[in-house]
């Protein structure tokens, strides 16, 4: 039984993947983490799933590693980042010369284009000339499932810096920050900011160390609820997931502005379902566990990473994580536990403080 990450710090210095950081995502996986847990538990020449797979992190390292990956994930825009880490271009060359290709679709289309009706709240973070651009390049790359370039187009929505798209923002949270920076004192951030050149740049970002990557290989990824989701294997030997729990963090809040890019109108209809209550965690987590489970065979691994939170459950404390291990006792065997500390450093909500540690346990298939 593991109780420290030392086997997890070992992975601190290895090779990092340009992809993990397409775009910003709340609570996502340490790569390094991921890294490890596949490293140590996946079974070769077999399946990874992960039910609830965020941004992705599971899926490109297990797919970097050599694995057929599965991906779900209700979030639309979690939904997105997960198909464009895993359906990268082969070639930075070849992404570039897509991404001339549409910029000529988009020049054509934007002296004819009819833009919806725009939120106000949406309205602020632009330019209006640089909002139109966005639509457009939006609508087209959506159109034409260019998960990879669409990725992103998400991942330059909002920031200060030069290379972004919005007024002066914050960069994972969609926040204005003009008292910060005032348009009298600074006019040039809030001038007109053309998409084409700084999507290119994102781009040539993106490319900047990727391995070698193995297009052969099965990269699925859904978009439904992990209760209900109807996979076609009889075997996945390897479940890697961190689920979201007690609406510690806000999914549908923290992503409003890209999620409305994306056709999400209601944020907040969309926490209700992925940030769950604690009665409905619970369900969902009894229900995926036993769902799982039908798809292991004796000895395969299921490894769930939680936060370190302590519920009221049947009138006595208990943690999240010794929930779940009661609610998987009838399949599984504990096999081994351990923690991993949450650096200030990596927090995309710098002020959340009530998750200091995550707790990984991992399940044997009886």
Known sequence: MITDTSALNNFEGSQTNSLNSLSPYIGRLRSQCARHLISEYAVEGQRIYDPFCGSGTVLLEGWANGFNVIGNDLNKYAHLLSLGKTHPYPSENLALNSLNVYNEVVTERLNEVKLPQIPEWVEEFYHPETLKE???????????????????????????????????????TPYL???????????????????????????????????????????????????????????????????????????????RLRLWFLGVNNWKDLDKKISPSKNNFISMMSTCVNKWSSFQKKGDKCIIVIGDVTIEYQQRPIELADLILQMAEKKYNLYDKYYDPIPSSKKQIKANTSIKRETIIVLERR
């Open 177 to 255: 920050r003009k008292s910060k920076y005032p348009q009298e004192i600074y006019p040039e951030m809030y001038e007109y900011r053309d998409v084409f050149s700084r999507l290119s740049a994102k781009v040539k970002r993106s490319y900047k160390n990727i391995p070698s990557l193995d297009y052969s290989l099965d990269r699925e990824v859904y978009c439904s609820d992990a209760v209900d989701i109807d996979l076609k294997y009889k075997r996945i030997a390897t479940i890697i997931t961190s689920p979201p729990y007690m609406k510690a963090l806000t999914y549908g809040r923290d992503n």
């Open 134 to 172: 966005i639509l457009v390049w939006v609508s087209i790359l959506s159109k034409n499932n260019e998960w990879f370039l669409l990725s992103c187009l998400m991942g330059i929505l909002h920031h200060q810096r030069p290379g972004f798209l919005s007024y002066p923002a914050s960069h994972g």
